[in-house]
């Protein structure tokens, strides 16, 4: 089955750098990359995503990037603010399957 | 608010007891999906519908777990003879599946405690 790694686990930035968080997926077959935001006690939301014909995608301070070849994907968060702070998961799945294969999860802090 | 909604949003129980959740999906969504996520972890896939029809059981899900969704709208997700180990957040989520898309809204989820 699909096996998702994610880092860092932690990741404290200054409020307005970017933040990085990168991931990596075993199945081949997966064409379907979603990023969530979880803040606590609440459910994950959705973000952004991105499908394997497309290299980019970007929603005005969010972007995600998406290497095939190297099996990685990730999100980049420019001019961070305080309401960024949270637990970002990628996932990973494909058409036919959507069950999602999540990350471990990145808990970002924003730094004022 | 049109979103997924679940209800309860906590539930404590005792070790042995049984105990039922309900995910009302956002209206005209006919995928359902049931996830249950551990403190510090991501969700994991139990479960998922299309209209009523059980399409897919993860290995997660032992035989003291059921879930139905019987008119293809609610679902519901029932745990008989709590273990300690159960006690996570459950998850539910909707997806539009005839757009092609995969795009899965997720529910506040129920936080499971049990003692």
């Known amino acids: 089955g699909e096996n998702v790694e994610q880092h860092p686990s932690t990741l404290s930035v200054q409020e307005g750098d970017s933040a990085v968080i990168k991931c990596t997926y075993s199945d081949s077959a997966s064409n379907y990359f979603p990023w969530y935001k979880q803040e606590l006690g609440k459910g994950p939301q959705l973000i952004i995503d991105?499908?394997?014909?497309?290299g980019e995608k970007k929603d005005q301070r969010i972007a995600v990037t998406l290497n095939k070849t190297a099996k990685h994907f990730s999100l980049h968060i420019t001019e961070t603010q305080p309401e960024d702070s949270a637990v970002y998961f990628c996932a990973a799945s494909y058409f036919g399957n959507e069950k999602l294969t999540f990350g471990t999860g990145t808990r970002l802090t924003i730094i004022p | 608010d049109t979103g997924v909604s679940q209800d309860p949003r906590h539930k404590i129980t005792k070790r042995g007891q049984n105990v039922t959740f309900r995910c009302d999906p956002i209206?005209?969504?006919?995928?359902l999906y049931w996830y249950r996520q551990t403190l510090g972890q991501g969700p994991e896939f139990l479960t998922y519908f299309q209209n009523e029809a059980q399409l897919e059981k993860s290995r997660l899900l032992s035989d003291r777990f059921s879930a139905e969704r019987p008119k293809g709208s609610f679902s519901t997700l029932e745990i008989q003879r709590t273990e300690q180990g159960d006690s996570a957040m459950y998850l539910c989520?909707?997806?539009?599946?005839?757009?092609?898309?995969?795009?899965?809204?997720f529910g506040p989820g129920t936080r499971l405690t049990v003692l």
């Open positions: 991105i499908r394997s014909n497309v």
């Open positions: 209206s005209e969504h006919n995928r």
């Open positions: 989520a909707s997806s539009h599946w005839t757009s092609g898309s995969n795009e899965q809204f």
